[in-house]
C-alpha cells in the first residue's frame, strides 16, 4: 500500500511599504503632469 | 487520494508556525531579502507567540508587523522566517517564500524598498491544505 501526503505549505502575504513621506509606496508608474498644456508641449 | 482532516491540518499548522517562537533569545524574525538572501532590506520581529490558533487549516499573524527603518535599499524577492534574530548566531530558518506585487507568497505594495523606509506586514497566513 502506498500512502504518499507530502505537506506543502501555502502562503498568503500582504504588506505595505511607505515612502518617507508616509504615503504608500507603490510599483505602478503614475506620470503626475505639474504645469499646464502649453508647457508640456514645450 | 490521501486527505487530511481539519483537525490534522490544524495540528500540523500551529507545529509549524510554534516553531517560530521557539528560539532561546528573542522573538521570530522575519527578513526581506533580495534573490538569494544577498541583502536584508527589512527585518521584523513577531509578537512573542507570532501566529493565533489554526483554524481550518489556516493560522494567522497574531497582529501586523514592521520595521519603521528599512536596512538597505533593493529589490525585494524573498522572505525568510527565524525562530529569533539571525545576528544573535542562532537563528533556525523555518519557512521562506517569494515576495513580489501580486501572485507571490508576500505581496507588498511596491517591491522596490530603500533605506529608511517603513515597512509593515499585514497578513502572513499559513495554510495546510487537505490534499
Do not use: W
Not at chain 2, 54 to 68: E, H, M
Not at chain 2, 81 to 88: C, G, H, P
Not at chain 2, 110 to 129: F, G, K, M, R, Y
Amino acid at each position: 500500500m502506498k500512502l504518499e501526503m507530502p505537506i506543502k505549505i501555502k502562503l498568503n502575504g500582504k504588506g505595505v511599504v511607505y515612502k518617507k513621506d508616509g504615503t504608500v509606496k507603490t510599483d505602478n508608474k503614475e506620470e503626475k503632469v505639474n504645469g499646464n498644456a502649453d508647457n508640456r508641449r514645450s | 487520494m490521501a486527505t487530511l482532516t481539519t483537525a490534522a491540518r490544524n495540528a500540523a499548522c500551529n507545529a509549524i508556525v510554534d516553531l517560530i517562537d521557539a528560539g532561546v533569545s528573542a522573538n521570530g524574525r522575519l527578513e526581506i531579502t533580495t534573490t538569494g538572501g544577498a541583502s536584508v532590506l527589512a527585518s521584523m520581529d513577531f509578537a512573542a507567540t507570532a501566529y493565533g490558533a489554526a483554524s481550518s487549516g489556516t493560522a494567522s499573524l497574531s497582529g501586523s508587523i514592521s520595521d519603521s527603518s528599512a536596512d538597505n535599499t533593493g529589490t525585494a524577492a524573498e522572505f525568510h522566517v527565524y525562530d529569533e534574530t539571525v545576528a544573535a548566531g542562532s537563528g533556525n530558518e523555518i519557512f521562506s517564500g517569494t515576495v513580489g506585487t501580486s501572485g507571490a507568497d508576500l505581496n507588498l505594495t511596491s517591491t522596490s524598498i530603500v533605506a529608511t523606509e517603513s515597512v509593515t506586514i499585514t497578513q502572513l497566513d499559513v495554510t495546510v491544505p487537505a490534499s
